[in-house]
């Protein structure tokens, strides 16, 4: 064993052989197709008697074709089946020496050769110019977010159904728990649980139920395959199992457990917590230690955040990598998303300012206008508000808890505006200095944005930026059209507006 | 002439009688018909020659039928007439004593026989409950205001519009500038100045123009008579004229004589200034001096606020009797109305949130809904919300500065709201604790309003007062429509509701 390729946040590993091996040392199948931004997965053969899961400790020690050496951790999967994940960001050889506590485990070599990455394979998305995103690559990222917190705990039918709603969607991104979720319009049990136990006889928080994390991988590479990144959740407070309520102990070995499993996966976020201050029983220290948990086991360093309720979180955190925010105001909601990006200098992802739906609580029930209102608001401001649906029916599957169809009017629009930034030179959006009363987006001089949201305007004087032309578009943003004013505009200009609301204006600069 | 008859406040007095009487002492003219809460005018003759603007002071002393006295002040009406008015507030004989400077003016006695009050002079309002208003007799006055700031000086036909206009309309107060506007659709020359002079050769701010101030107290009548109250801006900054940049002296010269004039008026209101944090010549101090020749000219203390822009004036000065509150915030707008009462402890009275409109600027485009929303957003909170419109037309005739007509969908919905009010055990609602999305209204356990606003919920589980049974009816706030539930509910109960915006829910105690 070599003293630097012992994990160096695993608990200190002592002897443990039962001897035995499901699959021989001599037969690691090395993975055939592995490319770059993709998942690879050594699958080892160990013990399976105690409990591996506590018992066992497994790292590989990975060295890149760039002579970058890390430490990854594996994970016990069942029936002596032990994997080591990685996600190799460049293409070469990447060789590996694993470690454990298992004779058994301990010292398998080998070499993957890893080809190039395949043209759709961008890499995992991270910050981007301070207060956006991007993927491994360079690719823009524009998060068009929704959310469908217990989808996967649903019947298999249903979690298709999903599926095939989000791939026809304009949604890359979807908030959803890890854990099952028990809350109004949501008290069914989910087809598994994730530990070995019941309810009614209580749970073995040291024996994870492999098949219920297998399964959620499984969906993790379905959104994966149709471009939908995973915002899982890690904890929540909708619970009648106990999985909100475990020790610190439990918490930490779960929240390592997932971790190893899914931090090879491209498409995947940590979201700590949904309205982490619900929880009585965990402190601000709990979750530092929870975030120190996921950083130890996450090598490739995914996108981490925790989302509040009433008050939130100290977005400040270094862990912190984006503000995953629940709005905390009832009336003003994105239009605060400037005020937070100043405040805490990362992105700014409104996950929650209310859900398109009729059910009783005010943060079910607004319109689609309301909430592609909203949307609007916070993308000049430089901000990404996602959506969520809650219309009541009768075999009470709101797409917000449980996914299946969508039947609202604002993901089309969320879909325009996605478009609407694409559009833009670096297809991103900061605010720039505004009117009282119009908010204003752009990037530089280059190109602005006017949204005039809830006002209706029969026209408007623009004050261009000075010394260019422009072109002007309108765009109605409900009725999701462009209209391109005939001619070139500068300095301070008049356009004729329609008097309804929901109207944008864009200036486009002729200069290159 | 007697000591305490002198005005406390009045500058020194020094002799002046060029001995030119228009009306000899001895047909002083006793208004015939005076009654209670209406004005009562002394018309008595003196100086014309020199300045009697500023020459001339002119004070009575005043006794009651139950031995009250005050000193009331006098002001020239042009012509060598002078008049002194009082609002009596009970029927019986009122004394009166002049003090003067003029010889001709000074020691006149009479006694005037004042009748009961008719059974529509409720007399002044004033500030009831904290947080409402009644008139002098108690009866319940529930302000439902407009803006139609430059009404008075426009054509002699378009003020018979906007009084007919008013007249058929719910609105029971309008604010409305003394000194004529000049802004954005409204840069026409107003009929008459208030002053001697021009724009071109000056003004003599010594000498007031009576033709000016006889046409306002002749539009101030004719609104009382239509139950409309005068909501006075004494200083405004849409000013080419000069009139908003005059020397403390005139300032308080025109401050003292409007006073003088209109304080017997029963429907005036002192509004000290629009937008006041806008005037670049005056500062909090000259507010306050301007507020204290104000209170030293109104013997009767009529309602009296001052207006701002974009920062609140201490509304906790005790000559504020109420805040006249333009929101500071685009989006978050009638929804603090709950947090300006408890501030301020005083009545709040919304003067702007917005106007229904469709011109160029944020606070003139919002939509009949949205006003409406705001309106009951406020209501609901203890507060008052006005109205405004500036629908653009070919005349430039904005109701918001010039009046007319009335073409929106608001104010028939402002007049169902103050319906609803009317209707509550004592004709004023205040905030009671509310749910988190869901602001309540209500008078103790014996009345309570919800207002779900742009939420749009298919049920709501209310949780009325414990102990008392209700009767609910489902209120459309845009439909004007209220629909009775069917038997009488307590305790927590599930409403069903449509699915719509603007609905709120009432309930109404069954025990006496």
């Known amino acids: 064993m070599c003293a630097e390729g012992a994990h160096p946040h695993t608990p200190p590993a002592r002897a443990y052989d039962p001897g035995s ?28 008697e105690g409990n591996p899961f506590t018992d066992v400790e497994l790292t590989a020690e990975l060295s890149g074709p760039d002579g970058r050496r890390s430490v990854i951790g594996g994970f016990y999967d069942g029936s002596g089946v032990y994997r080591i994940r990685f996600l190799p960001d460049v293409a070469g050889e990447w060789s590996f020496h694993t470690n454990s506590n298992a004779s058994s485990l301990s010292g398998i070599e080998g070499v993957v050769r890893v080809s190039p990455a395949g043209p759709d394979d961008h890499g995992i998305v991270h910050v981007d110019r301070t207060y956006h995103f991007a993927h491994a690559d360079g690719t823009r990222y524009l998060p068009v977010g929704t959310t469908a917190y217990a989808w996967t705990h649903q019947t298999e039918d249903l979690q298709q159904q999903t599926l095939a709603t989000l791939a026809a969607s304009p949604f890359n991104k979807v908030r959803m728990c890890v854990f099952p979720k028990s809350y109004v319009f949501n008290t069914n049990d989910p087809p598994r ?58 918490d930490d070995r779960y929240v390592r457990y997932l971790a190893r499993r899914l931090s090879a996966y491209p498409s995947v976020w940590w979201s700590l917590a949904n309205e982490y201050d619900l929880f009585q029983s965990k402190s601000v220290d709990d979750w530092e230690r929870i975030a120190r948990v996921v950083g130890e086991n996450d090598p490739v360093g995914h996108l981490t955040s925790i989302h509040n309720c009433r008050e ?42 209310g859900y398109e739906g009729d059910i009783d609580q005010g943060w079910g029930n607004i319109s689609g206008e309301e909430l592609t ?3 609007w ?33 604002s993901p089309a629009r969320l879909g325009f505006l996605r478009q609407i930034i694409a559009e833009a030179p670096r ?25 005039f949201g809830f006002g209706r305007p029969r026209f408007r004087n623009i004050h261009a930026p000075a010394g ?45």
């Open 427 to 451: 297809q991103c959006i900061d605010p720039v200095p505004g009117d009282w009363d119009v908010p204003w987006g752009g990037d530089g001089d280059d190109y602005r944005l006017a949204y």
């Open 373 to 375: 209102r909203r949307a």
């Open 21 to 48: 091996v499901a699959i021989p040392r001599s037969q690691v199948p090395l993975p055939p197709d592995a490319t770059a931004r993709r998942t690879v997965e050594l699958v080892l053969g160990g013990p399976d």
């Open 312 to 353: 939130f979180y100290n977005h400040s955190r270094p862990w912190i990598t984006h503000c995953s925010i629940q709005r905390v105001d009832v009336y003003r909601t994105a239009e605060n998303t400037d005020q937070w990006r100043e405040r805490w200098g990362k992105p700014v992802v409104v996950d929650e300012c």
């Open 468 to 512: 260019r032309r422009y072109v002007v578009d309108l765009i109605d943003t409900w009725a999701m059209t462009v209209h391109r004013l005939p001619g070139e505009y500068e300095g301070t200009f008049r356009v004729e507006l329609p008097g309804r609301p929901y109207m944008a204006v864009r200036l486009v600069s002729r200069e290159p």
């Open 193 to 250: 649980f994730p530990f070995e136990g019941s309810l009614d006889k209580g749970w073995d928080f040291t024996h994870f139920n492999p098949a219920y994390f297998q399964a959620l991988e499984g969906r993790i590479a379905d959104l994966d395959a149709i471009g939908v990144q995973a915002d899982l959740i890690l904890f929540h407070p909708y619970d009648r199992w106990g999985f909100s309520t475990m020790d610190p102990a439990s």
């Open 377 to 409: 608001e916070g993308a000049v401001r430089g901000g990404y508000v996602a959506h969520g649906e809650t219309y009541l029916n009768d075999r009470e599957e709101l797409w917000w808890s449980k996914g299946g169809e969508l039947v609202g009017d």
